[in-house]
Every structure is written in structure tokens, then in C-alpha cells.
């Protein structure tokens, strides 16, 4: 066996290990995508893999449901997620831009207690954040599932470590000897060259937040201000005693990962790479 014969042959391994990691990722969302289109009558009667004609009555169910509850769940959501990763990215990128380029008492400390953050599960602080907001009268409102997702510890050390590869030193310093201000160094400089990271951090958090479950579960009480995560939960509970809603269950699940595909797919053409070179020569 020649040596590039063994080399293609050492590859098929791992190749075959992505296709089994592939397969067993997108099986499920195949098959929500199969359910979503049948009928209440053939969603317990036909084989699971076999494709339904019911889809457009489902859509058109579920939007008709409750009013249009859907779509009121839906704004909720993008709000939610949409306000909460704008804000994050903001912070985070202010916070990772100072702990990279300035030197202050404490730098160390605060950045190791911010690793800190990243190894406390969500589901340890959800009970105490429910008090705290309680206490002050912010629960079951649009700020008690906004303001615990604004400060985001994996954002920050993300954005910390990118400002710290991306922007050099002697840029910053070639800025301040031409008069700019430290605001302006960071709006007009650090920002654009940090651009790729803040976009990684946008789709993280965004993604956490549309998929976020226990935070509004436990927060709010009102229907109207649920998320879609909580709004389809409510109709998978109704649906034990009415199966005809798990097709709406399914159906409103496929659409609501539509946005996500969407969203990744527009803002990947931001991944740039060496956005610094021939800034400084």
C-alpha cells in the first residue's frame, strides 16, 4: 500500500465520525420537519419518516390560534433575544476591550472572577434572580428576561481575548499621539478590528437567549410576555388532553428555528480574518 493510499485511508476515520456526528444532529430536526407536515389524523397513523399533507393547514392553525397568540410569542422572542444580544455584545465588548488594553489595580481579579462566571450553571442563579427581581417588582416584566442576559461572562473573556489578538498596541499608541481620545480609539479603531469576535458573541448570545427556557419559565406568569420556548411548552401541557395540538407543537418548532438558519446565514459573510493587516507597517 503506497503512502498516499494510507493517508486517505487513516482519513476515512474521521470523515466517517463527522457523517455519524452530522446524522445524529440533524435527525431530529428532519424529523420535526417531517411531523410538521401531517395532519392530526396522520401524525400517530403513518410510518415517522414518511412526509404528510397537512402542513399548510397546520401553519394556518397555528397562526389562528388563541388570536395569533404565535405571533405575539414570536415578537416576545425576537425581543428578547434580539435586545438581549445587542446589549450583551455592547457590554461585552467595552469590558473585553478595557481588561485587553488597560493596566489597573485589580485587572487579574476581575478577569479571573468573570472565568468564574462562565463555570456557574444558569440554573443555580435563576431561583436568586427571581427573588432579587421580586423584591425590587420586576418580576413577570419584559426586564426581569432582559437584564440577567446582559452581563455575559463567556462574552466578556471572548471579547477580551479577541481585542487582545486583534488589535495591536502600537495602533492604539499611534492614535493617542495624533490627539484621539480614548472613546474615539475605541468606537473608530477597536471596534471595526474587533468586528468578527462581537458578531461570535452576537450569535451566541442570541442563540441562548431564543432558546432560553428556565429564566422567562420562572420570571414571568403573563402569557402575553412569553417567549416561544414557554409558549409552545403551555400548548405541549394543553395538548394531553388535546392531541390535535402537537401538531401545532411541531409546527410552531420548525418555524421557530427558521430564524436562527436565517440569521446564520446573513451574518456569516462578517467572519473576516486579519482585519489588522497593513494597518501598521
Not at 426581569?144 to 471572548?158: E, K, T
Request: aromatic letters at 12%.
Amino acid at each position: 500500500m503506497t503512502a498516499t493510499a494510507t493517508r486517505r485511508s487513516a482519513g476515512l476515520a474521521p470523515t466517517a465520525l463527522l457523517l455519524l456526528g452530522a446524522v445524529y444532529c440533524l435527525f431530529p430536526v428532519s424529523w420535526v420537519v417531517i411531523a410538521a407536515t401531517k395532519s392530526p389524523g396522520e401524525l400517530f397513523t403513518t410510518p415517522t419518516l414518511a412526509p404528510g399533507t397537512g402542513f399548510l393547514g397546520n401553519v394556518a392553525e397555528l397562526f389562528a390560534y388563541r388570536d395569533g397568540v404565535f405571533w405575539l410569542w414570536l415578537l416576545n422572542t425576537l425581543l428578547y433575544a434580539g435586545g438581549g444580544a445587542l446589549l450583551s455584545t455592547a457590554v461585552s465588548a467595552v469590558s473585553g476591550y478595557a481588561l485587553a488594553k488597560f493596566r489597573f489595580p485589580g485587572r487579574t481579579v476581575i478577569f479571573n472572577v468573570l472565568i468564574g462566571g462562565v463555570l456557574v450553571p444558569a440554573v443555580v442563579l435563576a431561583i436568586p434572580q427571581y427573588l432579587l427581581f421580586s423584591k425590587i417588582g420586576l418580576a413577570d416584566t419584559y426586564w426581569a428576561v432582559l437584564l440577567p442576559q446582559i452581563l455575559h461572562p463567556y462574552g466578556i473573556y471572548l471579547a477580551r481575548v479577541y481585542a487582545g489578538a486583534a488589535i495591536p498596541d502600537s495602533l492604539l499608541e499611534a492614535g493617542r499621539i495624533d490627539g484621539a481620545s480614548e472613546w474615539r480609539l475605541m468606537s473608530r479603531v477597536a471596534v471595526p478590528l474587533m468586528a468578527p469576535g462581537l458578531v461570535t458573541i452576537f450569535l451566541f448570545q442570541f442563540v441562548a437567549i431564543w432558546n432560553n427556557f428556565l429564566l422567562p419559565f420562572i420570571m414571568l406568569g403573563d402569557d402575553g410576555k412569553f417567549p416561544l420556548t414557554v409558549g409552545l411548552y403551555t400548548l405541549l401541557m394543553a395538548g394531553s388532553n388535546q392531541p390535535s395540538l402537537y401538531n401545532l407543537i411541531l409546527t410552531g418548532a420548525l418555524l421557530s428555528i427558521i430564524p436562527l438558519i436565517a440569521l446564520f446565514l446573513t451574518m456569516q459573510r462578517y467572519w473576516r480574518t486579519d482585519l489588522s493587516s497593513g494597518a501598521v507597517k
